[in-house]
């Protein structure tokens, strides 16, 4: 059974950073998409940024230059490393896996999701 568990979320000011994890279940690592997602209130949930097995990495235009995705496949775990967060930025994250050829950043790819961890950036 897939898990996937957040952690790192918080409230943080304008400017501010934040580092987001996700502890994978051990299997997970080997050949997975890895990606983290966010929804904000009263909107869709939308593709941040997607990381493959062997490194190869996509971003929302909206984070680039701002966000920077790694994962650790001995430790099974998926960071978000955000920096220079806005109030846009505002927004539960999710981490989702799955087995799929490409690691694009839609949604309905992705067949294992985590709980969330809510990310607060105010102005």
């Known amino acids: 059974q897939v898990q996937l568990v957040e952690s790192g979320g918080g409230s943080v000011q304008s400017g501010g950073s934040l580092r987001l994890s996700c502890a994978a279940s051990?299997?997970?690592?080997?050949?997975?998409?890895m990606g983290w997602f966010r929804q904000a209130p009263g909107k869709e949930r939308e593709g941040v940024a997607t990381i493959s097995h062997d490194g190869s990495i996509n971003y929302a235009d909206s984070v680039k230059d701002r966000f920077t995705i790694s994962r650790d496949n001995a430790k099974n775990t998926l960071y978000l490393q955000m920096n220079s967060l806005k109030p846009e930025d505002t927004a539960m994250y999710y981490c989702?896996?799955?087995?799929?050829?490409?690691?694009?950043?839609?949604?309905?790819?992705?067949?294992?999701w985590g709980q969330g961890t809510q990310v607060n950036v105010s102005s």
């Open positions: 989702a896996a799955s087995w799929i050829w490409r690691c694009v950043l839609d949604v309905s790819e992705y067949a294992y």
């Open positions: 051990a299997y997970v690592s080997s050949g997975s998409c």
